[in-house]
């Protein structure tokens, strides 16, 4: 078997032994395949073991993939650049990274004119980085309602990527506070949010701990990165 193959396995075997550890049901838990630098075969041999969703930052580099396997499924995680956005309509199964206001009016005017819903996700900067995108934790609720005001988007739930720490017990912290807020904005807007987008390879079974649904997962199952 090939190293890629063993590591994805491997991946998938600390999922189960996450979720066994956490008490909960391995379905509620989707692992997305980062694949982000990586070419298609690589995602095609991973697709062969069976792993169907994938999540890509760069929207060029993603729709080549698409192209290629668009029965795969697509999550698009990284910020994406306004004049794309007509581009990614009907492309990807959730857009996790909406976090400013001209990208979701944006989204509105693409999906209402090609008559599409889209499933999203907002990104939550947790951490409060400057250099990283995402939604303060105090304007999520005016926010989210503006995303509810939307028809043809349908609000998911929360996504972040926080300070990145080797040590996942300093990362912990921040998957129990992105909890709280997708609690919170339920409550206080009286909705269900299903989707809760945290983990990554230095910190997934944590998060699994903490209430992930969605894990997003690179290095640990494609090996490292070389960007182009
Ligand atoms: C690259 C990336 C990941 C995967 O990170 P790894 O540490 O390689 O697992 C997850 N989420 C986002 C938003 C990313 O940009």
């Given at each position: 078997m090939s190293e890629l193959s063993e590591r994805y396995l491997k991946v998938k075997d600390r999922v189960h032994e996450a979720c066994k550890k956490a008490g909960r049901d391995e379905q509620s838990v989707k692992l997305v395949a980062v694949?982000?630098?990586?070419p298609i075969e690589a995602i095609i041999e991973v697709a062969e073991l069976g792993q169907k969703e994938f999540g890509e930052n760069y929207i060029q580099e993603a729709l080549e993939k698409i192209a290629v396997r668009p029965d795969l499924k697509w999550h698009a995680i990284g910020p994406i650049q306004h004049k794309k956005t007509k581009d990614i309509i009907g492309k990807f199964s959730l857009i996790e990274s909406l976090a400013t206001d001209s990208f979701l009016h944006e989204l509105e005017k693409r999906t209402q004119n090609a008559n599409c819903t889209q499933d999203v996700l907002v990104q939550v900067n947790i951490g409060r980085e400057e250099q990283k995108s995402g939604l303060l934790p105090e304007d999520l609720i005016s926010f989210a309602q503006k995303v509810l005001a939307v028809p043809t988007l349908n609000l998911c739930g929360l996504m972040c990527l926080p300070p990145l720490d080797e040590n996942p017990e300093h990362t912990r912290p921040y998957f129990i506070e992105l909890r709280e807020l997708k609690e919170k904005l339920e409550k206080e807007l009286e909705i269900t949010l299903p989707h809760l987008s945290m983990g990554m390879s230095a910190d997934f079974p944590v998060a699994i701990e903490e209430g992930a649904t969605i894990i997003r997962v690179g290095t640990d199952i494609f090996g490292s990165r070389h960007p182009h």
């Open positions: 694949s982000k630098f990586h």
